[in-house]
C-alpha cells in the first residue's frame, strides 16, 4: 500500500521514494494521488507538492515551479523546472 | 649550431611549457569527472520529458492551429545555427570542429538557396564565423562570467531564440554541439530545435486511457518550450564534458611532446658542451707540447 513518487529536475533527481499520498498543486486544481491512481497528466502550477509518508503523519512539503505531474502504471513523476530545498 | 646558453634557456623554456600543459591536463581530468556525473544526472529528466511528449504528440495532429513550435512558420527559407562553442582554448581541436561542421552545413543551405544565420554561444568560434559570415550573425549569448553553464542560462537562450522566432526572424533552427563519446571522441552533433521535431512516440500503449488536465494541446504547448530548453541544457552539458575530455587528450599530446622534445634538447646539449670540452682540451695539450 504505497505510492512510487519520483520528483526530476533537469538538475538531478531529487526524490524517488515510497509514499502514502501526494497532494500536487495542478494547474486546473488541487489533487491528491494514492496508490491505483487512474493514468493522468496535468501540468502543475508554481505551489507546494505536500507528501504525506504515513497515513496520519505531517505532509512534507516541496516547492516546485515550471511543472508537470504523469501518473502512470509505476507511480507518480513530478518533472519540475526548479525545486526548493 | 645554437651556443650551450641558447639550449640551456629552451629546454628550460620547453620545461615550463610541459609544466602547464600537465596542470591543465590534470584540471581538465578532475572537471570531466565532474561533467559527466552532470550529463548523467540530467539524463532521466530529458528522458521523461520526451516519452511525455511522445506520447502526447502521438495523439495531437498538426494543424495549422498547432503551437507554432511545433508546426513551423510554414516556411523554410532563413535558417538559423546555433553554434555551441567553449570559453576557453587548450582543448585541441573542440571548438574547430564544432564550427567546421556548422559552417559545412550553412554551405549546404546556401546552396540550396536559404538564407543563413548565426546565434553563437560562447567566446570561441566567434572570429571564425564572423570571418566568414561578416554579416549573418544575429545575436550571441555570453557565457564567459558563469563558471559552467547550467539550466539557467539554457533558460535563457530558450527564452531568446523562442522570442527571437516569434518576432519572425528565423523558420529553422539546427544546434550545434559536440556529443559526448568518450575522452578521446567527441562528435560533431547537429540538431534541428526549432520547430520541434516530435519524438518517436513510444508504442507503449498500456490499453488505460490517460486523463489529460488541461487537454492535450494545453498540455502541449507548454510542454514544447520545456522541452526545448531541456534539450539545450543536455547539449550545454554534453559540451561541456566534450570541451573537457578534448582538453585532456590534447594536453596530455602536448606533455607527450613537451618530453620528448626536452629529451632532444637535452642530447644536444650535452653533446656540444663534451664538443667544447675536448676543443678545450686539445687546446690545452698543444700548448703543453709546443713548450
New interface residues.
Given amino acids: 500500500m504505497a505510492l512510487h513518487f519520483e520528483l526530476?529536475?533537469?538538475?538531478?533527481?531529487v526524490r524517488s521514494e515510497d509514499v502514502h499520498m501526494v497532494v500536487v498543486p495542478?494547474?486546473?486544481g488541487e489533487f491528491g494521488v494514492l496508490e491505483g491512481h487512474?493514468?493522468?497528466?496535468?501540468?502543475v502550477r508554481d505551489g507546494a507538492i505536500k507528501v504525506y509518508r504515513t497515513e496520519n503523519g505531517q505532509p512534507e512539503e516541496i516547492q516546485v515551479q515550471?511543472g508537470?505531474a504523469?501518473v502512470?502504471?509505476n507511480g507518480l513523476?513530478v518533472?519540475a523546472?526548479h525545486v526548493e530545498g | 649550431m645554437a651556443s650551450l646558453k641558447e639550449l640551456k634557456g629552451r629546454i628550460n623554456s620547453v620545461k615550463s611549457t610541459q609544466k602547464i600543459t600537465k596542470a591543465k591536463q590534470m584540471v581538465a581530468a578532475a572537471k570531466l569527472r565532474r561533467a559527466q556525473a552532470n550529463a548523467e544526472a540530467a539524463r532521466p529528466y530529458a528522458a521523461r520529458l520526451a516519452e511525455v511528449m511522445g506520447s502526447i504528440a502521438s495523439k495531437v495532429v498538426v494543424s495549422e492551429n498547432s503551437p507554432k513550435l511545433l508546426a513551423g512558420t510554414g516556411k523554410d527559407q532563413v535558417h538559423l545555427l546555433v553554434v555551441a562553442n567553449s570559453d576557453k582554448g587548450l582543448c585541441g581541436a573542440f571548438n574547430s570542429n564544432i564550427v567546421k561542421a556548422a559552417i559545412l552545413a550553412a554551405k549546404d543551405l546556401q546552396a540550396q538557396g536559404k538564407t543563413v544565420l548565426f546565434y553563437l554561444v560562447g567566446r570561441k568560434g566567434r572570429a571564425v564565423i564572423r570571418r566568414n559570415y561578416p554579416n549573418a550573425i544575429l545575436a550571441s549569448f555570453d557565457t564567459t562570467d558563469v563558471r559552467e553553464p547550467g539550466f539557467a542560462e539554457a533558460e535563457k537562450i530558450a527564452a531568446e531564440l523562442v522570442s527571437l522566432y516569434e518576432a519572425g526572424k528565423f523558420d529553422v533552427a539546427h544546434l550545434f554541439y559536440a556529443k559526448f563519446k568518450s575522452a578521446l571522441a567527441q562528435d560533431p552533433t547537429q540538431l534541428q530545435i526549432i520547430p520541434v521535431p516530435a519524438p518517436k512516440a513510444v508504442a507503449a500503449d498500456t490499453g488505460a486511457v490517460v486523463e489529460y488536465e488541461p487537454e492535450e494541446e494545453a498540455i502541449l504547448a507548454e510542454l514544447l518550450p520545456r522541452y526545448l530548453r531541456t534539450q539545450l541544457f543536455g547539449a550545454l552539458l554534453e559540451n561541456q564534458a566534450s570541451e573537457q575530455g578534448a582538453s585532456m587528450t590534447a594536453m596530455d599530446n602536448a606533455t607527450r611532446n613537451a618530453g620528448e622534445l626536452i629529451n632532444k634538447l637535452t642530447i644536444q646539449y650535452n653533446r656540444s658542451r663534451q664538443a667544447a670540452i675536448t676543443t678545450e682540451l686539445i687546446e690545452i695539450i698543444a700548448g703543453a707540447e709546443a713548450l
Avoid: D
Avoid at chain 1, 487512474?38 to 501540468?43: E, I, K, L, R, V
Fill in positions: 526530476v529536475t533537469p538538475a538531478r533527481l495542478g494547474a486546473e487512474a493514468p493522468f497528466m496535468s501540468t515550471g508537470f504523469e502512470g502504471a513523476t518533472l523546472e
